[in-house]
């Protein structure tokens, strides 16, 4: 099956820095998900991007389909950005089902 | 709020028991997908079911069982629960089959089933 690999898995930020995720994938996607998963458990959607750019204010992600790909950028971050982030990907013409990677661990500090 | 809902939101049971889990998609959502995050497997996926049929299936146990009634919403049954089925067990929907360039799942709260 399709392979999903983050890096870095772990990163400590102080709080206004800014970082770049990675997510790459083995095989063509029809979608890319990115998560961000709170210290309370919940996956909450940030973006669904298969191509292209998108931005919701201080985040922003692109994903290259082409040389399989994504990019999570966070800026200015804050403590409430702390948690794991998971990139996850539906591959094209196989189940439904979406694969997550390992995430990323991050913890923004004062 | 992703419009996903799920009940209850912790559970803890013992071994040997059984377990249902309930799921309420987004209205208009077709298919509902069921997922586990244990911390040795991570996010995995289990089972789907589009308008009530089931549509794809995982790595899900035969103690494990779903099934998507015709209002859409989803139950999962866990039976003979051992205690490395304790994991957050979260449900998604998604407007059609899931197989759409760009469809979006959304999930819900989760449950953390806890087994002792």
């Known amino acids: 099956g399709i392979q999903v690999e983050q890096s870095p898995p772990d990163l400590i930020l102080q709080e206004g820095a800014n970082s770049t995720l990675r997510c790459n994938f083995s095989d063509s996607v029809n979608n890319l998900q990115w998560f961000h998963q709170n210290p309370w458990g919940q996956l909450i959607n940030l973006f669904y991007?298969?191509?292209g750019t998108k931005q919701n204010g201080r985040l922003s992600a692109t994903t290259v389909a082409t040389e399989r790909y994504s990019l999570l950028y966070i800026s200015s971050s804050q403590t409430t950005d702390s948690g794991v982030y998971f990139c996850?990907?539906?591959?094209?013409?196989?189940?439904?089902?979406?694969?997550f990677g390992t995430g990323t661990r991050l913890q923004v500090t004062l | 709020d992703s419009g996903v809902t799920q009940t209850p939101k912790h559970l803890i049971t013992a071994t040997g028991q059984r377990v249902t889990l309930r799921c309420s998609p987004r209205s208009g959502d077709l298919s509902v997908y069921w997922y586990q995050q244990s911390l040795d497997q991570g996010l995995q996926f289990l089972i789907q079911?589009?308008?009530?049929?089931?549509?794809a299936k995982g790595n899900i146990l035969e103690r494990f069982s779903a099934q998507q009634f015709p209002d859409l919403h989803s139950e999962l049954n866990l039976s003979s629960l051992e205690l490395g089925d304790s994991a957050l067990y979260f449900c998604?929907?998604?407007?059609?089959?899931?197989?759409?360039?760009?469809?979006?799942?959304?999930f819900g709260p989760g449950t953390r089933l806890l087994v002792l």
């Open positions: 991007i298969p191509s």
């Open positions: 998604a929907s998604s407007v059609a089959g899931g197989r759409q360039f760009g469809e979006t799942q959304y």
């Open positions: 996850a990907v539906l591959n094209t013409g196989t189940a439904s089902k979406l694969t």
């Open positions: 079911y589009y308008n009530g049929e089931e549509r």
